[in-house]
């Protein structure tokens, strides 16, 4: 059974960092990739950024979070971390890690692209 786990969502003020984890189970990331996405309240659901799978798996990020947030891998926790800096109000929502159902894809900016997904992590940012 496929488990993504998020964690370090919080409450920071604007211009703070973060970073938020997303652990594996059931499969093993560097061979799929993995996206993020962020939903705000009243809002849809936003593509973030994803990391490709393999060694050389490269990143591609939104243009509301290009230059601030990067992408980590740490394949021997199975997990990808998502390091975001100079954080503004409006990066306020909900955070979600997810992970396409084949090996080896090249999943891009559109939900359906993935099949599995984490439960969330809230990210709060004040002005």
């Known amino acids: 059974q496929v488990q993504l786990v998020e964690s370090g969502g919080g409450l920071v003020q604007a211009g703070d960092s973060l970073r938020l984890s997303c652990a594996a189970s059931?499969?093993?990331?560097?061979?799929?990739?993995m996206g993020w996405f962020r939903q705000a309240p009243g809002k849809e659901r936003e593509f973030v950024g994803n990391?490709?799978?393999?060694?050389?798996?490269?990143?591609n990020y939104g243009d509301s979070v290009k230059d601030r947030f990067t992408f980590y891998k740490d394949n021997a926790k199975n997990a990808v971390y998502l390091q975001m800096n100079s954080l503004k109000p409006e990066d306020t929502a909900v955070y979600y890690c997810?992970?396409?159902?084949?090996?080896?894809?090249?999943?891009?900016?559109?939900?359906?692209?993935?099949?599995?997904w984490g439960q969330g992590t809230q990210v709060i940012v004040s002005s």
């Open positions: 997810a992970v396409p159902g084949k090996v080896g894809s090249a999943p891009g900016r559109d939900e359906n692209d993935y099949e599995y």
């Open positions: 059931g499969l093993t990331v560097n061979l799929y990739g």
């Open positions: 990391i490709g799978w393999g060694r050389d798996g490269k990143s």
